[in-house]
């Protein structure tokens, strides 16, 4: 659990910090028998910065939970 809560940890702040990426495709525009011509499209993954802050909190409660339970 304790490998779980640092790992949490650390992608939420990756996330944070790096709010996506994005990539080239290239894409078939037309394929006419010899003749074909592509296209580089770019794509873009992107996610919210507040799911960076869910996942540090829940890595959080993940390592305070592992806490309470070797005092007990």
């Known amino acids: 659990m304790k490998v779980l809560g640092i ?5 939420g702040a990756v996330m944070l ?6 990539y080239t495709k290239k894409e078939k525009v ?18 919210p ?3 960076g802050a869910i996942l540090i909190g829940g890595g959080i409660i993940a390592l305070v939970s592992q806490a309470n339970k070797g005092t007990k």
């Open 7 to 11: 790992i949490l940890i650390i992608v």
């Open 17 to 22: 910090i790096w709010t996506g990426f994005s």
């Open 30 to 47: 037309v394929d006419a028998g010899p003749v074909e011509i592509n296209a580089d499209k770019e794509k873009q993954v992107n996610w």
């Open 49 to 51: 910065p507040y799911l």
